[in-house]
Nanobody
Framework: VQLQASGGGVVQAGGSLRLSCALS????????MGWFRQAPGKEREFVVV????????YYADSVVGRFTISRDSAKNTVYLQMNSLKPEDTAVYYC???????????????????WGQGTQVTVSS
């Protein structure tokens, strides 16, 4: 199983970015997919999770109303649309997937089995 994340960059506060994460080697529709982020000197933190296709989503309070996760089953890709970006959103963003499906929103990074390589998002003030 491989996850390939892309789409990071530098943007001014208030701007937008869309991250992509392509999943290979696994049935996409049955995987819970999540995004985490890690700022310098901080722990990796949960951002959002989506259960298998049609199974619902859950966002961290810090991104509710600004970030949106979506899936494209035909492309085996999950997207993270980030709007109204703030300097505190600056971090390396990682996509992650779980091996086994359960209808529960998991926010602990230890619950995820596969990780992408990370993509840097920098928001300037």
């Amino acid at each position: 199983v491989q996850l390939q994340a892309s789409g990071g960059g530098v943007v001014q506060a208030g701007g937008s970015l869309r991250l992509s994460c392509a999943l290979s080697g696994r049935t996409f529709s049955s995987s819970a997919m999540g995004w985490f982020r890690q700022a310098p000197g901080k722990e990796r933190e949960f951002v959002v999770v989506t259960l298998k296709t049609g199974g619902g989503t859950y966002y961290a309070d810090s991104v509710v109303g600004r970030f949106t996760i979506s899936r494209d089953s035909a492309k085996n890709t999950v997207y993270l649309q980030m709007n109204s970006l703030k300097p505190e959103d600056t971090a390396v963003y990682y996509c992650a997937a779980r091996k086994f499906y359960e209808p529960v929103f998991r926010t602990a990074k230890s619950m995820y089995d596969y990780w992408g390589q990370g993509t840097q998002v920098t928001v300037s003030s």
